[in-house]
């Protein structure tokens, strides 16, 4: 497969390589471990950059032990409190990022778009071209959501997709599928179940999962 | 979004416009799938403007920014086969020089 890697070959290569490196040669053939291939790079990129000390192996370990720290609690958080608070909801559907900010929680990513589940409208999320996810407010995605199954089909057949997850959709309620491909990461905030009207918000973040935040299956009370 | 004069200035869609995903000869680090090239749809925000990671991934850091937008497409239109009702849809966001009125 000489072709088969990542780059094209018709775009500009004026663009300042070291001489001889040619990031745009074809990938070396590790069978059909396409991946294998990227892991191999990025090994040798990290281990490259630690030994011209532009980073520190130990800062590698700690933005890994970050980015794995994170949980689904922030986001459960966020939605609870859009449950409770009508005036929060509002800021958080308008500005995910400064919402979440305002209980003390940084994102980092460059926007947080929240988008609202409702009696007429579920929606679900994927990033069909690679894995784009809050990160810095859930942390790492599910393995299935970085799996090219649910990427390609849960745009393609959503329905069937959501009904995998244990969720059918009655056809006179609309889904949207947000892709999330280019500089937006999503939320979604689902509905509250109705039987927790009693239920403080530590209660009802505590019900809020990674699944219902990603829109595949809604929040259910225990 | 804030909308204020300054920033409208230079944005060629506003919310409501229908607009054309073109299929530009372009490849590399695109974040335009091919599932939406030339397909129509309708402009639902502006989402900022933002240095092209067309660019960026090839170390051309100094710009020029583009404008970004989210689309709303219909699924049937995007799968002429599509299982499913007319009122589903699909959003995505498009970089400004991927769009044509429509």
């Avoid at chain 1, 994170?70 to 958080?77: A, C, H």
């Avoid at chain 1, 069937?160 to 979604?188: C, M, Q, W, Y």
């Avoid at chain 2, 799938?33 to 989402?47: D, F, L, Q, S």
Wanted: with cysteine; proline share 8%; aromatic share 8%.
């Amino acid at each position: 497969m000489p072709h088969d890697h990542p780059h094209g070959h018709d775009h500009d290569h004026g663009h300042g390589h070291p001489e001889g490196f040619d990031p745009h040669a074809p990938a070396p053939d590790f069978g059909d471990e396409r991946s294998r291939w990227f892991e191999v790079a990025s090994d040798v990129m990290r281990d490259m950059l630690i030994e011209q000390n532009v980073i520190a192996a130990r800062e590698v370990r700690k933005q890994i032990e970050l980015m794995e720290s994170k949980t689904i609690q922030l986001g459960g958080k966020l939605v609870a409190r859009a449950w409770v608070d009508p005036a929060f909801r509002e800021i958080l559907l308008k500005d995910g990022k400064a919402a979440a900010a305002s209980l003390g929680i940084p994102v980092t990513e460059a926007s947080l778009t929240v988008v609202e589940d409702t009696p007429a409208v579920r929606n679900v999320i994927v990033c069909t071209l690679c894995s784009c996810y809050p990160r810095s407010l859930l942390g790492q995605p599910p393995a299935w959501y970085r799996n090219k199954a649910y990427r390609s089909r849960v745009v393609r057949e959503p329905r069937k997709v959501l009904a995998e997850f244990g969720t059918v959709v009655p056809d006179d309620v609309e889904v949207h599928v947000h892709d999330s491909n280019a500089d937006l990461r999503f939320i979604v905030l689902p509905m509250r179940p109705s039987g927790t009207e009693h239920m403080g918000e530590a209660e009802l973040a505590a019900m809020v999962t990674r699944d219902s935040l990603i829109g595949v299956a809604p929040p259910r009370p225990a | 979004m804030s909308t204020t004069p300054a920033l409208h200035a230079g944005r060629r869609f506003s919310a409501g416009d229908r607009v054309r995903v073109l299929d530009l000869a372009k490849s590399g680090h695109v974040r335009t799938p091919w599932y939406i090239r030339e397909k129509v749809g309708i402009v639902t925000e502006w989402t900022g403007k933002v240095l092209n990671p067309e660019d960026l991934a090839y170390g051309r850091c100094g710009g020029p920014a583009v404008n970004g937008y989210r689309v709303v497409f219909d699924q049937r239109h995007i799968w002429p086969d599509y299982q499913g009702p007319e009122h589903d849809k699909l959003h995505i966001e498009v970089y400004e020089h991927w769009l044509e009125k429509a």
